[in-house]
Every structure is written in C-alpha cells, then in structure tokens.
C-alpha cells in the first residue's frame, strides 16, 4: 500500500478550466502538463515523451524523479503507460519497468494467458481514462506474430467486467484521482456515462462479431 499521504493530491478540479469544445482537440502534451502537475511532487514522477519502446525508469535511474516514458509521443501510449503506473504498488516503482520482463509477440498460448491476465486491470483503467478523454480505446492482445489472444472474446469481456466494477466501486487512488482530471479537463463529466455505455456497445461486440466470422 502506498504510504504517500494523500493531502496534496487532487487538482483544484472545480478551478480546472474545460480546455476542450468538439471537436476535441488530444495533445499528449496535455497528458503531459495534467500528469505532472498531479503527480510530480506527490509521488516524484514525471510523464515523458519517449523515442522508443516505453520504459519506467525508477527515481535511483534517472535523478530526482522518475520517469514513465511512453512510446514515440503517442498519445494512447502515454494513456496505457499511465494505468500500468497507476496499478503498481510501492515497491514495483523503485525497480526498472516495475520489475516485469516483457515477453515479446509471438507468445505461446500459455504465455499469453499470463499476458492477459497481467493487462487486465491496466487495460481496464486505460479505457475509463480513454472514455474520459473523448478518445478512442482499443482492446490490445499485443500478439499479432504469435496465437494472438487466448481468448479475444473472454479477454474483452474480462476487461469490461473490471472497468465496470471500478466504476462501482471506485479506481484505485492515483487512477481516480487522474480520471477525475481528465473528465475536469476535456468537459466529459456530465457525458461520461452515456459515452461510456456507448464505448462499451462499440468494443465488446467487435470482438464477439470477429470470433462468430473466423468460426463460420
């Protein structure tokens, strides 16, 4: 559990100025200024632009803070990059990329159901964050040499479920603390939950649709 106190860590969200009217305008530099002014003294990290393939580099890596790197400016890089930030305890943001070793695409099936059920809950976040953003979410198995996805209906679904669940329960405390901003910041709080029955109407049925044609 993280023992950072938790006094400084909203935004003044009623202060927050809407910066959006449609179409939405998405700049990972927002991402970016949102992110760091959340999260830079509280927990001594910063949001970077990286030139590559993302990276956690822990604060004894790269000076006083440390540094989620998302891949080459994109910004659904930087969302996902943030919601594995978001899940990782205290102890996983002292070690390099949180201490996880990355298996390349073209996983075995085995390796990518330990895949999946390591995405679950980021990949969850990462969607409430995308639905409060205006932006569009795509469910990713990240196996494309490979078997791809164990399960792709039962992964989907898996990923609603806990999306769903955080939305009844709450996210945890530095996912909700960024959703809340990101719903401040691009005007969605009061359209959220329409969108994201919406979101959900788009993406699960997409996955069913593609096994039942795959199967036929």
């Known amino acids: 559990m993280d023992t950072v106190a938790p006094r400084k860590f909203l935004l003044a969200l009623g202060a927050l100025k809407t910066h959006n009217r449609q179409p939405m305008n998405h700049s990972p530099n927002d991402l970016i200024m949102l992110f760091?002014?959340?999260?830079?003294?509280?927990?001594?990290?910063?949001?970077?632009?990286?030139?590559?393939?993302?990276?956690?580099?822990?604060?004894?890596?790269?000076?006083?803070?440390?540094?989620?790197?998302?891949?080459?400016?994109?910004?659904?890089?930087?969302?996902?990059?943030i919601s594995h930030w978001c899940v990782?305890?205290?102890?996983?943001?002292?070690?390099?990329?949180?201490?996880?070793?990355?298996?390349?695409?073209?996983?075995?099936?085995?390796?990518?159901?330990?895949?999946?059920?390591?995405?679950?809950?980021?990949?969850?976040?990462?969607?409430?964050?995308?639905?409060?953003?205006g932006w569009r979410f795509h469910i990713s198995v990240d196996n494309l040499s490979g078997d791809g996805a164990s399960d792709?209906?039962?992964?989907?679904?898996?990923?609603?479920?806990?999306?769903?669940?955080?939305?009844?329960?709450?996210?945890?405390?530095?996912?909700?603390?960024?959703?809340?901003?990101?719903?401040?910041f691009y005007g969605t709080r009061d359209t959220f939950k329409a969108a994201w029955r919406d979101d959900v109407g788009r993406v699960v049925p997409l996955y069913f649709a593609k096994e039942h044609y795959e199967a036929n």
């Open 36 to 81: 760091n002014d959340l999260f830079r003294e509280v927990f001594r990290t910063t949001l970077v632009r990286g030139s590559a393939e993302p990276e956690y580099r822990p604060a004894g890596n790269t000076g006083e803070y440390a540094q989620i790197a998302f891949a080459h400016g994109y910004y659904s890089s930087a969302l996902h990059e």
């Open 88 to 133: 990782a305890g205290e102890h996983r943001r002292t070690l390099l990329d949180y201490g996880y070793w990355y298996c390349p695409d073209g996983r075995t099936p085995a390796q990518q159901r330990a895949f999946e059920q390591a995405e679950v809950k980021p990949q969850a976040i990462e969607w409430l964050l995308s639905v409060a953003a």
């Open 152 to 184: 792709a209906g039962k992964f989907c679904c898996s990923v609603r479920d806990q999306a769903e669940d955080y939305l009844d329960k709450g996210l945890p405390q530095r996912a909700q603390s960024f959703f809340d901003t990101l719903k401040a």
